[in-house]
C-alpha cells in the first residue's frame, strides 16, 4: 500500500507539474498575443503583429473639439474613411482642451463628460477605419489651453508664477499635469468599455506639441521635465509607445549640431531630450517656409534635406530610435504659393522619407493637416481637403503604396536573412 501511496502521489505531481506548465504556457501566449497587437519598436523601426511597421500619415488635430458637436461628427468619420481610402494609417490629434471653448478639462481636475465622449467618438471611428491615433497632451502655445492655461491656474489658486515656463517646473502645475495624464490614460471610452491605455488603436502618447522653454536654451530644464513626466506616463502605461513632441531643435549637448537649426534655438535638445530611456521615438516637425520665410523656394528645400539627413543620421547613430517626420506642409498663404508648388514640395518630402526609411532612418511622415469639406474655420493655410484636392491626394495616396512596399521588401529581407541563419546552423 505504502509504493501504492507513492505511486499515486507521484503521478498526481506529475499532472499537476504538466497542467501548470501549460498555463504557464498559456499565459504567456496570451500576454505575447495582446502585446503584438500594440505598435512597438524594434532597433530604429517600428513593427506590428512581429512584423515592419513604415506608414504614411496625417495631422487632424481639431477631430476631438469638432466632435463635441454631435452634428459636426460626420467630419471626422469623412476624414478618417478618406484617409484610409488614401493608404493613410497614423493620424495625430489633440487629447487636450483647457479651458475655453468646448474645453475637456474646464479647470484642474474637472472634466466636461460631453467633450470626453467626442474623445471616444474620434478613437472608435479610428478603430473603424484601421487607422493608429498619436495623442497630444497639451500644448505649448495657448491654443486650446496648454501651458499658458495652467500657469494662469496655478497662478488664480495663489501660486507665485513669473511666465509660461513655469509649467515645467512648479510643482502644483506638475500635479495638474500629472492628473491630466491620469485621466486620459485610465479614461474607458464609452463606446468600445476599453481603456485607452489597454486600446491597441492607439499608437503612441505624445507629451506635449512642440515644446519650448525660454528661460533655458540648453535644453537641461525641459529636459528634466520629460524625465519626470515620461517616468509618469510609464507607470501608467507600458503598452503603449511614448515620444516628447519636439521640433528637432539641437541644444547644448553638441554644440556642432546646432548649425541644422535655423539659426536660433527654442530651449530643447534634439539628442539628450530623446536620449530619455522611457522616451521610445523621436520626432522632427520641419517650417522651412516659416522658419526660413523670405528665402527662396531652392534654400528652404536645401535646409529640409539638411534638417531630415541630420536627424535621420543621429537617430541611427546615437539615438538607435525611430524617428518620425510628425508635421510638415506648405502653406497657400507663402508669396507665390501655387498648387502645383505644394505638390512639388510634397513629392519632394515624400521622396526623401522613403529613401530615409530604406535605409533604416525615418520611419514615417504625417503632413499638416488634412481636414474634411466644410471646416473653413480651422483652415490655417496648410490645410489638404482630400476630395478637393486630388492631385495632392494622388501624391498621398502614392506615398502610401511606397511605404506599403517596404513593409513587404523588409519583412521578405528578414525572412531571407533568419533562414540563411537558420540554414547555417543546421550545417
Known sequence: ???????????????????????????????????????????????????????????????????????????????????????????????????????????????????????????????????????????????????????????????????DDDFYTKNAVKRYYKNHIKKVLTRINTISRVAYKDDPTIMAWELINEPRCQVDFSGKTLNAWVQEMATYVKSLDNKHLLEIGMEGFYGDSMPGKKEYNPGYQVGTDFITNNLIKEIDFATIHAYPDIWLSGQSDGAQMMFMRRWMTSHSTDSKTILKKPLVLAEFGKSSKDPGYSLYARDSFMAAIYGNIYRFARRGGIAGGLVWQILAEGMEPYADGYEIVLSQNPSTGRIIGQQSRQMTSLDHMVSNRTNSQSNKLRNSKEQ
Not at 9 to 36: G, P, T, W
Request: glycine share 8%; aromatic share 14%.
Open 1 to 163: 500500500m505504502a509504493f501504492s501511496r507513492r505511486s499515486n502521489i507521484s503521478n498526481f505531481s506529475c499532472c499537476f507539474l504538466v497542467i501548470f506548465v501549460l498555463s504557464l504556457h498559456c499565459e504567456n501566449h496570451r500576454v505575447s498575443s495582446s502585446a503584438s497587437r500594440f505598435i512597438q519598436t524594434r532597433g530604429t523601426r517600428f513593427v506590428l503583429g512581429g512584423s515592419p511597421f513604415f506608414f504614411n500619415g496625417f495631422n487632424s488635430y481639431w477631430m476631438m473639439h469638432v466632435a463635441a458637436e454631435p452634428s459636426e461628427r460626420h467630419k471626422i468619420s469623412n476624414v478618417f474613411r478618406e484617409a484610409a481610402a488614401a493608404g493613410l494609417t497614423v493620424c495625430r490629434t489633440w487629447a487636450f482642451s483647457d479651458g475655453g471653448d468646448r474645453a475637456l478639462q474646464m479647470s484642474p481636475g474637472v472634466y466636461d463628460e460631453r467633450v470626453f465622449q467626442a474623445l471616444d467618438f474620434v478613437v472608435s471611428e479610428a478603430r473603424k477605419y484601421g487607422v493608429h491615433l498619436i495623442l497630444s497632451l497639451t500644448n505649448n502655445y495657448k491654443d486650446f489651453g496648454g501651458r499658458t492655461q495652467y500657469v494662469t491656474w496655478a497662478k488664480n489658486a495663489g501660486v507665485q508664477v513669473n511666465s
